[in-house]
């Protein structure tokens, strides 16, 4: 069974910075591609970012340039350095596996990491 675990939510300043964290277990992490998405109230899941395992990245345009995905296949985990966080960015923060289609590959899902951005 797969199991994942987001960390490093919190609340910050506009402008300001965070680190989230993934750990991965109960599967072959280096065989998948990597994304990390978010959810705000009312809205639906967004796709912010994605890793495939050999480090090529691509990211939503409303990230682009502030945030930056990465992964660690030796410790099963995927990160998101986000920077110059906007009010906009405050959502719940969730990791999962995606396809070529971008459609999310796991049927588990962690708890979140919560952001929340407000002066």
């Known amino acids: 069974q797969v199991q994942l675990m987001e960390s490093g939510g919190g609340l910050v300043h506009p402008g300001g910075s965070l680190r989230l964290s993934c750990v991965v277990s109960g599967t072959d992490f280096t065989k998948h591609t990597m994304a990390w998405s978010r959810q705000a109230p009312g809205k639906e899941r967004e796709l912010v970012a994605v890793?495939?395992?050999?480090?090529?990245?691509t990211y939503a345009n409303s990230v682009k340039d502030r945030f930056t995905i990465s992964r660690d296949n030796a410790k099963n985990t995927v990160y998101l350095q986000m920077n110059r966080l906007k009010v906009e960015d405050t959502a719940v923060y969730y990791c999962?596996?995606?396809?070529?289609?971008?459609?999310?590959?796991?049927?588990?899902w962690g708890q979140g990491a919560q952001v929340t951005v407000s002066s």
């Open positions: 890793v495939v395992s050999g480090g090529f990245t």
């Open positions: 999962n596996a995606v396809n070529a289609h971008n459609e999310y590959k796991f049927h588990e």
